[in-house]
Structures are given as C-alpha cells and as structure tokens.
C-alpha cells in the first residue's frame, strides 16, 4: 500500500504545484537532479534516518517517478473538457522529464547493484535477469523520450516524427510494469503479503490505464470518422 500513498502525494503535489510547476520548470528539474546528488553521495550515518529511509522509498525504489509517470499516463486518457486534463495537460511534459530524472536516479543505483553481478557470472533468478533486460530497454526509451520531451528539442523535431518518437511511451510504461512484477514475483509467489498487494496495486493502476486507453483511442477514432 505504500505505493498508493506514494500515488495519492503526488497527484495533489501536482494539482498543488502546477502553476509553479509550469512557471518554473528548471527549478522543478533542479530539485530532481538535487535529490538524485544527495542519494548518491550521502552516507546513511550522515543523513536523519528518517530522510535516509524516504530517499530510499522514493528513488532507490523508485515510487516516486513511478508515481509521476503513472499521472503523465492518465493525463492521455481523461476527457479533453474534464477538469483533470484542463488542469495538468500543460504540465504533462515537465512532469515526464522531472520523473525521467528521478528515474535515471533509480537506474543507476540498480545498474551498479546488478551489474557486476552479471560480469562476474553470479548465477541469477530468471525473473531477476528477465527484469534486468528489460530495464536496459527502458533505459534507452527513458533517454529517448525524456530528452525529445524538452521544448527546445520538439521544436526542432517533424510534428509526425516527434508523436512518432512519443508513441513509444506506450512501450515504454508496459514494460515498466513489466519490471515491477518481475522484482517482485518471486516473494509474491512465496506469500510475501507486502509483495503480493504491491503487484495488485501495480496490476489495478495499469489494468485501469490499459482500458481507459483503449476507450479513449475508440473514442478520438470515432470523432475523426465524424470529422470527415
């Protein structure tokens, strides 16, 4: 349950912040930079333990950019008249990139830990290596889609290759959903009661996602048909 509380912060962070969000973006991605800095070099005895412990729940865990993507994800499927998307649509890409850079945070704490495992030929859980390959995958998406969210680097991009570009993002949040369970299987298997409602919270918020995807794409599909 700890990821939908994580969950529930974020969006009324967001709805709290967006006008600040939207005026000062660099601040915003400075701060995401700052706390990846402060994770990396800080030893825990140097650090509160309370601050130390959160740091760990929200990048090395990852439940933060989890939880920012999660909204970027569901801003594409409300209503265009809806109060959701009126509301944080001119956020959307300054959300996905300060969530990129928490997530590269992320990506990188997991990649030195698992790494030089697999360099030395330590024998590996197949969901652990399964999980492993897939995350190089999403670290090539995060920097693609991260880095064509910035306005400077859209704006000098085609409009049809930009969405192009853009509609790997699709990919890019199965397999992030993908690598969670992945992580997670084998204790939820073994009756780890914490793992087994992090996979059901994880399945509901992107099951949910999925069919609202897929009414929202009928949805627009219908409305071009009526166009022409």
């Known amino acids: 349950m700890t990821f939908a509380l994580v969950l529930a912060c974020t ?7 967006r006008k600040l969000i939207k005026r000062y973006p660099l601040v915003f991605y400075g701060l995401a930079v700052l706390v990846c800095i402060i994770f990396f070099v800080a030893d825990p005895s ?5 601050m130390w ?9 990852c439940m933060l950019p989890l939880a920012l993507f999660v909204v970027v994800m ?4 409300f209503p265009s008249n809806s109060k959701p998307y009126h509301w944080l649509k001119p956020i959307r890409a300054e959300l996905s990139i300060i969530a990129c850079i928490l997530a590269l945070g992320h990506m990188i704490v997991y990649l030195q830990t698992y790494l030089p495992r697999i360099i030395a030929g330590t024998a590996f859980n197949m969901n652990v290596m399964a999980s492993f390959i897939i995350s190089l995958v999403l670290f090539v998406l995060l920097l693609v889609l ?12 085609r409009v049809e290759t930009w969405k192009k570009v853009q509609k790997w993002a699709y990919v890019f949040f199965f397999l992030v959903y993908a690598h969670m369970v992945l992580m997670l299987l084998s204790s939820a298997l073994n009756g ?3 793992s087994v409602v992090t996979v ?7 099951g949910v996602y999925a069919v609202l995807r897929g009414i929202r794409a ?5 409305a071009r048909e009526v166009d022409h």
């Open 200 to 206: 059901g919270v994880y399945s509901v918020v992107f």
């Open 218 to 222: 009928a949805s627009d599909k219908k």
């Open 46 to 50: 140097m650090v509160p333990r309370s």
């Open 74 to 77: 569901y801003i594409g499927v």
């Open 11 to 17: 969006i009324v962070a967001c709805l709290v912040l």
């Open 146 to 157: 991260g880095v064509t969210s910035f306005q400077a680097v859209k704006s000098r991009m």
């Open 53 to 61: 412990l959160v740091l760990l729940m929200l990048v090395q865990k």
């Open 192 to 194: 780890g009661v914490a």
